[in-house]
């Protein structure tokens, strides 16, 4: 996605009990920083009417959100915006999983708020571009197409593959765009690097996609860290719960299951966990780490007797927790075209004709213990910090609840809980618990729900500090980012080669 000013006018629709307001609102001749104020006046107007319209971060943050999910994050997808307080309702859920998919109401929209989208599925462009108006001169099939041209946006969101980051995070910072990067930052180390230098030397802003910095609940627990609550923090213990059909989706099935074509486990769905982590040990620096995990179940030798290949195919597939049969085509014939349903189909709307043929064909329609999947399904990673800190990530397929983290943080004056809504803090002095909860200002009403919030809260902080020039209001900037991706790659370093890694040093065992 690219953000640049536009000089148009704009109206919206309030409505507050019975009564309507259209005001007008002149952005000729804005830049970032009135459009931001414009924002502001957005909230304000969110606390007192109820709005048939949205701002420039949800719909921003609606298109993010949905881009992450797999048949997006398959294409080099690059979507062009003006960065102007652009009126939009998307009212669906996290489910809907195009680029586009979760914005159904457009009330009140800038013009052409949409500037251009690079994408090299034609069902895909073609529906952003007819959805948003978009010129034929700003729609590609190829980022390169957009790198070539003089620079016409003030921001890029790149939502390219995992392999796929470095070389448009790079040419796109040469070129000055303030960037907005899907997790992981990259797949190696070294690409990382070059990203972060790429950025720094541009003098432009990069945010990564870690959203969980921004959803308000953990927020919360950074907080209370800072402030002191729980005294000196001794012990972080988190648990990542990925969900049973999830995994089988998107790391057996799926477009992460093999890390020649992807990325490791740890990397793909874990490096949120491990930044936090990083972020709640604050100044101190992990000397130390141990990791370990396995493919410890979809392996071929796991195959129950009499199952077939496929399965649709398979007489014994209703006594399998994970049979497609259960996870895609039962789900749609209920009427849920959203995710995973969605991913399946990336071509056409799913229904019951495409989703059966998917399966029949497809890599989503085959047995989990037939795949190509080379990704632990269980890890564990133990770290050490300067001051004696510990801390403990496990990262589990096998569970009920679907990436429903859960955090226990042991304090030299209290032990704070998280369980995945709230925040509990036990204080030692007077043995009483305490529920703690976040400052909430997420437009829930535009169907800005996603990762709790944090997927609008992210995009606000980038918009922000795109318009005030102000990096310092990205949660997740590259120093920080880049620190939590080493301490990613040190971990997989230590399962791979079984020892301790003495962090920074490759020599040390």
């Known amino acids: 996605m690219f953000v640049s000013t536009v000089q148009q006018k704009a109206k919206i629709t309030l409505q507050s009990s019975s009564r309507h307001v ?20 957005h909230r304000y107007m969110s606390a007192n009417f109820r709005l048939e319209s949205g701002a420039l971060v949800s719909v921003l943050s609606a298109l993010w959100s949905a881009s992450r999910h ?33 914005q159904r109401v ?8 949409v500037v251009g989208v690079a994408d090299p599925r034609k ?26 041209r003089e620079k016409f946006a003030d921001a890029v969101l790149i939502c390219t593959p995992d392999r796929l980051h470095k070389e448009p995070a790079v040419a796109f910072a040469k070129k000055g765009y303030h960037i907005l ?32 910095r921004y959803d308000p609940t953990i927020h919360k627990i950074k907080e209370l860290i800072v402030a002191g609550v729980i005294g000196d923090v001794v012990h972080i213990q988190h648990l990542e719960p990925v969900g049973f059909y999830h995994f089988a989706h998107s790391f057996v099935r799926g477009n992460w299951r093999n890390e020649a074509e992807s990325s490791f486990v740890l990397l793909a769905k874990s490096c949120h966990d491990i930044d936090l982590i990083h972020d709640w040990a604050g100044a101190r620096r992990c000397v130390r780490l141990s990791s370990f995990g396995s493919v410890s179940h979809f392996r071929k030798d796991n195959k129950p007797t009499g199952a077939a290949d496929r399965c649709l195919d398979c007489s014994i597939e209703r006594d399998c927790p994970y049979s497609a049969r259960k996870i895609y085509l039962d789900r749609v014939k209920q009427g849920h075209t959203g995710w995973p349903v969605s991913v399946i189909c990336p071509s056409s709307l799913p229904d019951i004709e495409s989703v059966t043929e998917a399966l029949r064909t497809g890599p989503y329609g085959r047995c989990v213990y037939e795949c190509d999947n080379d990704v632990c399904s269980n890890q564990v990673v133990n770290m050490e910090f300067e001051g004696g800190l510990t801390a403990g990530l496990s990262m589990v397929a096998f569970t009920k609840e679907i990436c429903k983290r859960k955090t226990t943080i042991y ?16 204080d030692f002095l007077t043995q009483r618990s305490t529920k703690h909860t976040a400052h909430e200002n997420t437009p829930w009403q535009f169907g800005m729900s996603g990762h709790g919030g944090a997927d609008y809260h992210l995009m606000d902080a980038f918009i922000s500090a795109v318009a005030n020039k102000d990096p310092s209001l990205i949660r997740s900037g590259p120093a920080e980012t880049l620190q939590s991706h080493l301490l990613v790659f040190e971990a997989e370093r230590s399962r791979l080669e079984g020892r301790v890694v003495y962090c920074g040093d490759a020599g040390q065992s």
């Not at 457009?106 to 708020?113: A, F, I, L, M, P």
């Not at 304090?411 to 036990?426: M, N, P, R, T």
């Open 123 to 148: 069902f895909a462009r073609s529906k952003l571009q007819q959805q948003h108006r978009i010129v034929d001169d700003n729609v590609f099939d190829d980022w390169h197409s957009i790198v070539e």
């Open 106 to 113: 457009w009330t009140g929209v800038w013009d052409k708020q």
């Open 22 to 41: 259209t005001p007008a609102v002149n952005t000729r001749g804005s830049d970032l920083t009135e459009i931001h104020e414009c924002l502001r006046l």
């Open 181 to 212: 990067l899907e997790k992981p930052m990259a797949t190696t180390a070294e690409d990382c690097m070059a990203i972060v230098e790429a950025c720094t030397q541009s003098g432009v802003i990069l945010s990564v996609g870690h959203v969980l």
């Open 70 to 102: 797999e048949e997006v994050s398959h294409a080099a997808v690059v979507t062009v915006f003006r960065c102007v307080c652009v009126f939009v309702c998307p009212l669906s859920s996290r489910d809907c999983t195009d680029a586009e998919g979760r």
């Open 411 to 426: 304090g030299s004056k209290g032990e704070l809980s998280y369980d995945g809504h709230e925040v509990c803090v036990f």
